[in-house]
């Protein structure tokens, strides 16, 4: 990334990113969890797009490609629903992957595995997830071979996941976004850190996959698949700017900042998104 791609930059791109989901509210059909379904279809309409949960096989080669992203995530994976993923997958649409727990069992990290073959335009996971994603995927002695599993958890910070996730990111032409205290996005080459939201939005389930959600929305509204990294960065800084404002807005434990969360996601305004943004060029 530039080096005058300044925090003010960042911010208005975000706004520009936000806006246009708002004035086009693209179909984002979303492939998820039954545990997400919930948090990430009323994040996407919080923030103006529109969400399909759409699983069917019988369905999706019809219907996916009318959509403008896809959200492939296998956080309750099953083996009926995999070939859905893989049609949606292969729709032609831009789409996100999000590989829950990926290291949990051989069978989802083959699934992980053979989704990513697909060429996401971005994966998004946490350090854990990415680390074993890439330890199995570069089959390298330099990727981490010694990840914890631990559920959805991460047992692992964000940065100790970056020069996997570079590597990751130069071996698929994925944009790689880890999540954590800082979530770094790279996209082999260039990084930069969203520092973005509260410790608390850890205690609502499927926050992050309601942020991959809102990132397959902002990578509907791009207007180049080269855009993918800033879609990812600006998603991940005002999902987590919704949950900075949603504590702000006196939330007092991570129920009612779900609900805090998404209402300030729906009212956010230009001025509140290009002023506290926090994107930043990683060195």
Known sequence: MDEERTAAWWGRRAWELLSAVRARAPLVHCVTN?????????????????????????????????????????????????????????????????????????????ACLSLLALRPA???????????????????????STTTFKGADSTHDSGDALQDAKALARSTGAVIAVSGAVDYVTDGERVVGVS?????????????????ALIAAFLAVVEEPSDAMAAAACALAVFGLAGEI??????KGPASLRMHLIDALYCLDEQTVTSRVKISLHS
Do not use: Y
Request: glycine letters at 8%; aromatic letters at 4%; one cysteine or more.
């Open 34 to 110: 039954l545990v997400s379904m919930d948090i990430a279809a009323n994040a996407l309409l919080a923030a103006g797009a529109s969400p399909a949960m759409v699983h069917s096989l019988l369905e999706v080669p019809e219907f996916t490609p009318r959509c403008d992203a896809v959200c492939v995530n296998v956080g309750t994976l099953s083996e009926g629903w995999l070939p859905s993923m893989r049609a949606a997958a292969s729709a032609g649409r831009p789409w996100v992957l999000d590989p829950v727990a990926a290291a949990a069992s051989e069978f989802r990290m083959e």
């Open 122 to 144: 971005v994966v998004r996971g946490n350090a854990s997830e990415i680390l074993a994603l890439a330890s199995r995927s570069l089959a390298a002695s330099s990727s981490s």
């Open 196 to 212: 973005n939201g509260v410790a608390m939005m850890q205690k609502i389930t499927a926050t992050g996959c309601a942020a991959t």
């Open 246 to 251: 949603g504590m702000e807005s006196g939330a």
